[in-house]
């Protein structure tokens, strides 16, 4: 085989989407080592962008951090070493001309409606010295049409690479050998195709493969990371594709040092983070969408899949290729208060007993006997929230369609109070839609949602189990969970704020008294 075929490694750059880039020094040297080991032939070191940061980041400000692990680690000429820009994230009054950085090209990704002002900005880089690999994002918005007319003007500005991009991971091999076909036909010969992938449908490896059989009369760049590392579905994992290459053309590639790599250091970012295959990285590819929408939508933790489904339905076109956060929220909380169930009936006792809510913290498990015995001895209505204890409750209340799907089961009907936004049946089914604000701040916790009810109810007190806090370091919850998705821990201290920043609300209007242990205790 003639080796025209080469594999850039984007570990650094697309593998950040997982830890916001926030990779240390050493570990950073540990991956580039890696690749130099391995004999990766190009490897990607992170973004160039305005917010850079100094240190433990891949996300760079300028080129001096990335000149600094090239010359520490003594990347020699044999090994291509580029950076990427996202159109519009970067001054090139920051980046230097190429005789004074190690840097050998600069990757520019930029969406459709940016297609020229990219030309211009690439001619700028080209101007610096540095070769441009340039990258269409999400090739399949583009037509037949605009595709060549694309092809047309990357032949007049003579990148290094022009790009295959399947950013959603939707491209199937009828529409990927399309795209090769049009590519290899049209763009000159001296102009390498790249091929960037995700692996929303599990497509990256084969697409590759194709790709590497195909007979094209130029040089192919295959983009990969170890282990798979990236954002959602992840992307085509590079020791898969270089043995690949190893087996079928040269035998070149060294597959240990990335192996190396992964048991001492990425498996356990894996378990921390955790990025592949899931149902919902599947339904934004199936959709054509940003995958955003879908981790968006699954990090909320209180929708099945099928509601996931209804809502990336409604994303309108014109957004559907860049994450919109303030559109997906509005889609989310306008589909959350949608009524699926009639409200109806009442809460029996309610203003007649005192009042025990059981919350899902693991704390209602390390004291099972404690709160049973207070159950007992005050005389209790004992109301669980979103989940059923090892112990009988008077009534089990869901608003959560997950949870309610997981355990209605196991509870008599007579025993469930639902809200109307979950799809179930029940006696009591409250309105979900004038629980869930508080201050014109739009609340998913279900334990504070049943104290905004009881506020409304004119409920004076109310003692609370089981409400923890989320722990970044515990189990968090009093049963097995095995639909959990892994949370980073800036999410969990996130909603420990909202949490917190309700209850200080709530505690003016109704007295809390905790009987088990609490993060927000101090709170109240």
Request: proline share 2%; aromatic share 10%; hydrophobic share 40%.
């Amino acid at each position: 085989m003639d080796m025209n075929i080469k594999v850039l490694d984007c570990t650094l750059r697309d593998g950040g989407y997982i830890n916001n880039w926030n990779f240390k020094d050493e570990h950073i040297e540990k991956i580039l080592l890696a690749l130099i080991k391995a004999k990766i032939d190009v490897i990607e070191v992170g973004y160039l962008n305005d917010k850079g940061l100094e240190h433990n980041s891949t996300l760079f400000k300028n080129t001096y951090k990335i000149d600094s692990f090239i010359r520490k680690l003594n990347i020699g000429e044999d090994i291509y070493k580029v950076a990427m820009i996202n159109y519009g994230d970067f001054s090139l009054q920051q980046l230097p001309t190429s005789d004074k950085c190690l840097l050998d090209g600069v990757r520019l990704a930029f969406h459709k409606d940016k297609f020229d002002e990219a030309i211009e900005y690439a001619k700028e880089i080209q101007n610096l010295g540095y070769d441009v690999f340039f990258q269409p994002m999400v090739t399949k918005k583009y037509s037949d049409a605009e595709f060549l007319k694309a092809i047309e003007k990357a032949n007049k500005l003579r990148p290094e690479a022009f790009y295959i991009v399947d950013s959603f991971g939707s491209m199937n091999l009828q529409e990927f050998k399309k795209y090769t076909l049009l590519a290899n036909d049209n763009l000159e010969e001296d102009i390498a195709l790249g091929y960037h992938s995700h692996n929303n449908m599990q497509l990256a490896f084969s697409n590759a493969i194709n790709l590497c059989e195909q007979i094209l009369k130029r040089k192919i760049i295959i983009d990969s990371s170890i282990y798979g590392m990236g954002r959602g579905a992840g992307n085509l994992n590079t020791e898969l594709i270089v043995d690949y290459l190893n087996k079928m053309f040269c035998s070149k590639y060294d597959i240990m040092p990335l192996l190396d790599v992964i048991d001492s250091l990425l498996s356990g970012l894996m378990s921390k983070y955790s990025w592949g295959f899931s149902p919902a990285q599947y339904l934004s590819a199936s959709l054509n969408i940003h995958p955003n929408y879908a981790s968006y939508l699954t990090q909320k933790r209180n929708n099945n899949i099928s509601m996931i489904c209804e809502i990336l339905r409604q994303i309108p076109q014109e957004v559907s290729s860049s994450f919109n956060k303030e559109i997906i929220e509005k889609l989310y909380i306008e589909n959350m208060v949608k009524a699926k169930t009639e409200v109806k009936g009442s809460i029996p006792e309610l203003k007649s007993r005192k009042i025990l809510l059981i919350a899902s913290g693991s704390s209602v498990k390390e004291n099972e006997d404690m709160i049973k015995k207070s159950i007992s001895m005050e005389g209790y209505l004992s109301i669980a929230i979103n989940h059923k204890p090892n112990f009988d409750c008077n009534y089990y209340f869901f608003s959560n369609q997950k949870r309610y799907d997981e355990f209605k089961n196991y509870i008599k009907n007579n025993k469930i109070i639902l809200t109307s936004n979950v799809d179930g049946e029940s006696n009591i089914v409250l309105d979900y839609s004038k629980m869930v604000f508080l201050d014109d701040s739009f609340i998913t916790n279900s334990a504070v949602i049943f104290l905004n009810y009881l506020v409304s109810e004119k409920i004076k007190e109310v003692s609370v189990a089981g409400l923890d806090g989320y722990d970044i370091n515990n189990i968090n919850y009093s049963y097995d969970e095995y639909d959990m998705i892994k949370i980073d821990s800036e999410m969990l201290l996130q909603q420990n704020k909202i949490i917190q920043n309700s209850l200080k609300i709530l505690k003016n209007k109704i007295k809390i008294n905790f009987i088990t242990r609490s993060l927000f205790n101090k709170e109240i």
